[in-house]
Each structure stands twice: as C-alpha cells, then as structure tokens.
C-alpha cells in the first residue's frame, strides 16, 4: 500500500512558477513510477508528466514540455513538478499517483492517488 499527499498548489499570475511536491508513504517508493495529472474544470483528466522508479525515464505532455520538469528524491520520498512559465490553460486540480512498473501516460496505469492540488493561474 502507497499513500500519496500532493502540496504546494496556489494561486499565481501567468508567467509565474510553482514547484508541486508528492510525499510518498512506504518503504518501497523506490520501486514505483510516479505520475502527475491533472483535471480542468469541465474537462477530463490529463496526463501531464511521469518518471521511472530511478529517475532515469521521464514523460511529459506536449503541452507543458519545455516548461515543466519532473524529478524525484529517493531519501525524501518525494516528487516534484516544477512549472514555469505558468498559462491561465495551466488551472487545475493537479494530481499525483504511483504504481510498481513502468512509467505511464494514462490514469488507468497508476495505482494510488493523491486527493490533489488546486493550481490557479491568473491572466
């Protein structure tokens, strides 16, 4: 069992930076890939970028490559997702997730789930 918590959302105007961190429960975080997605208003859920279980594969969607980067830290259990250059189209709830395999693009490959982060980007 993996229990993940998401922090650092909030509300920034467009050009701006957040750094998104997943804390992950368990001794074996080592072994899984990690994802985060997200869900606009209205809109379904979307991948948005995923690392392997050693930092050595990483993912991201066409639409925030070159702006967002994915990473990981081993000893603290944690993920992160740094984003910048932030675009009002960047609000959502952000979620991370995990699961004991390769690094996926689609929700149905992750296993646990955080209960999210609300990221707000104001024009």
């Known amino acids: 069992q993996v229990q993940v918590v998401e922090s650092g959302g909030g509300l920034v105007q467009a050009g701006g930076s957040l750094r998104l961190s997943c804390v992950a429960s368990?001794?074996?975080?080592?072994?899984?890939?990690m994802g985060w997605f997200r869900r606009a208003p209205g809109k379904e859920r979307e991948f948005v970028a995923a690392?392997?279980?050693?930092?050595?594969?990483?993912y991201y969607a066409d639409s925030v490559t070159g702006r967002c980067t994915i990473s990981r830290d081993g000893a603290k259990n944690t993920v992160y997702l740094q984003m910048n250059s932030l675009k009002p189209e960047d609000t959502a709830v952000y979620y991370c997730?995990?699961?004991?395999?390769?690094?996926?693009?689609?929700?149905?490959?992750?296993?646990?789930w955080g209960q999210g982060t609300q990221v707000t980007v104001s024009s």
């Open positions: 997730a995990a699961h004991k395999g390769a690094p996926g693009t689609t929700s149905g490959a992750y296993t646990y």
């Open positions: 690392i392997s279980w050693n930092g050595g594969t990483t």
């Open positions: 368990g001794r074996t975080f080592s072994y899984y890939a």
